[in-house]
């Protein structure tokens, strides 16, 4: 499978739904910014965004926009998907330096799967996807 | 909860299909024939029954559900005093049991059906999450790619062998030595032996799993009555007594792998560990007491990781242990004496239900000699996941 860059699925298959909370997160990602909540009593990130903080129950959120350095925490390499058979995806849950104890999922992109591993530096960029509204993927550093 | 303050006594099941092929069946035709069949085994008839103690929501694998009141239409049950359901999938199906237990000891029911049927024409278990619109928490997951329980399952499989040194080899062991206990067993799917090349050639679909860590995708029904010890005395089988039953989960879980927030030791894990503690506990026993264990396994990894969570080996030490062979038939804890849902029938974590009655009967196919203790899960998933010790019938 090396020499096969790993990919992310076309912009026309993803579709994202928003609510209140998290429609900061993707409409800082439509400008290729990589934000997270921050509790803003507390200082508790989380992700994804949610109406309380769970370690305070805290609702006010201060919206804290981060470097887009990230870190491979796992990950899993998709040969094939629905509709898709020959797709090659990586997969993979990433921690995030700047924001302690919040996880992102995204792909890596642009790298053969065989290089990935646990504990990669990655860095952030932004893919459309349907209606308008952009991703986050990942690329090595 | 006093041990054996319940008993299973009854247990009925469609034979099971490949995916696609239970069809003129009906779910409702299924899940009834299911439903008659644990009757008859229990000797009641289904005019006795009177509560329905569901998990999955009530649903019937895959865009489809199941409904109290059709079954009171359509197998004529005249009146039902308890009808509720565990939240969340798969992972409450050993807990349902002790949900049917609520309603008995709180004297709301006397004869609760537990049920579970699954057809997977409208959708299948592979594209499960793939079916659904998204909702504003699976808009950070879906856009990745991670479509199917596998390819989640996966990610949490990978941190475990880079955190522990797990093998692909144990993952070849559980599905070979599942196999194995499936080949002789009429109600078995796959029946044909299961080779180290067939996995080692096998297509990758999430790396590290390959096609033969993926349980099947089959139809059919299965369901359990469970009533209480007095009234169980009464009945046709010697009563399989429910030593405990548990369900829910840790925080630190949670939504588990479609969340993946959870602290490093708990993700690379089944998410059992509150619930074993609960388990031995209630029915003042060890892991060490366990004679046969019925582990949920909609992927090998999963099964390791159980027996990890499960204490019968140590956080991290689930490779070397399964292994050494200790989780065959034969071996010092057998796992999953029918085939499982790897190699035997998927029916969503009801076949391991009726294995562990068997085994409690002393007339499993596969029957672990002398046996006392029968370890029954459900789950490793989206929080609730449950589990369940059954204690030898008598």
């Known amino acids: ?141 | 909860m006093s041990p054996g303050d319940v008993a299973i006594v009854g247990v009925g099941a469609t034979p099971y299909y490949r995916r696609g092929g239970s069809a003129p069946r009906s779910i409702v035709e299924l899940t009834g024939s299911a439903i008659l069949a644990a009757c008859e085994d229990a000797g009641l008839s289904v005019t006795d029954i009177d509560g329905f103690a569901y998990y999955s929501m009530a649903g019937a694998g895959y865009g489809q559900s199941m409904d109290t009141a059709v079954f009171m239409e359509t197998l004529g049950i005249p009146e039902v005093t308890f009808s509720a359901t565990i939240t969340s999938g798969g992972g409450g199906s050993a807990g349902a049991i002790g949900l049917a237990r609520a309603a008995i000891m709180a004297g709301e029911a006397n004869y609760v059906v537990t049920v579970m049927g699954l057809q997977q024409d409208r959708g299948r278990l592979g594209q499960v999450f793939g079916l659904v619109p998204p909702d504003s928490l699976s808009s950070f997951l879906q856009p990745s790619g991670l479509y199917g329980p596998g390819h989640l399952m996966s990610v949490l499989t990978r941190r475990h062998m880079h955190d522990y040194g797990t093998r692909r080899e144990a993952f070849a062991e559980i599905a070979i030595s599942q196999r194995a206990n499936a080949l002789n067993r009429p109600s078995a799917i796959m029946r044909t032996p299961l080779t180290e090349d067939d996995y080692w050639n096998a297509r990758m679909i999430a790396e590290p799993l390959c096609l033969y860590d993926f349980c099947l995708e089959t139809e059919g029904a299965v369901a359990v009555i469970t009533t209480s010890a007095d009234r169980a005395r009464d009945l046709r089988q010697k009563p399989v007594p429910v030593l405990a039953a548990a369900h829910g989960g840790h925080k630190d879980w949670g939504r588990a792998f479609t969340w993946y927030g959870m602290p490093r030791e708990t993700f690379a894990s089944s998410g059992h560990a509150a619930i074993a503690e609960h388990l031995y506990r209630r029915a003042g026993v060890t892991p060490a007491d366990i004679d046969v264990a019925l582990l949920y396994d909609h992927f090998t990894p999963m099964v390791l990781m159980q027996l990890e969570d499960y204490g019968f080996c140590k956080k991290g030490e689930g490779g070397p242990f399964v292994e050494s062979g200790a989780i065959r038939y034969g071996g010092s804890l057998p796992v999953n004496t029918h085939g499982g849902q790897l190699s035997e029938a998927y029916i969503i974590g009801m076949t391991h239900i009726k294995e562990g009655v068997e085994q409690m009967r002393g007339t499993a196919v596969n029957q672990v000699a002398d046996a006392e203790l029968a370890l029954v899960t459900g789950g490793p998933a989206h929080l609730p996941v449950s589990g369940l010790i059954l204690g030898r019938a008598s």
């Open chain 1, 1 to 141: 499978m090396s020499g096969t860059l790993a990919t992310s699925l076309p912009p026309e298959m993803v579709k994202i739904a928003v609510d209140a909370y998290t429609e900061p997160f993707w409409q800082a990602a439509k400008e290729d910014r990589l934000v997270a909540p921050k509790c803003a009593a507390c200082g508790h990130f989380r992700l994804p965004p949610t109406p309380f903080c769970p370690e305070c129950r805290s609702t006010e959120v201060s919206w804290t926009e981060l470097s887009g350095r990230a870190e491979v925490f796992s990950f899993s390499v998709v040969r094939g998907v629905p509709g898709l058979p020959d797709i090659t995806l990586v997969a993979a849950v990433l921690d995030l330096p700047d924001a302690p104890g919040a996880r992102l999922v995204g792909n890596v992109v642009d790298v053969d799967p065989d290089e990935v591993r646990i504990g990669l530096p990655v860095t952030v960029q932004f893919a459309p996807i349907s209606d308008g509204w952009k991703v986050p993927q990942f690329r090595p550093v």
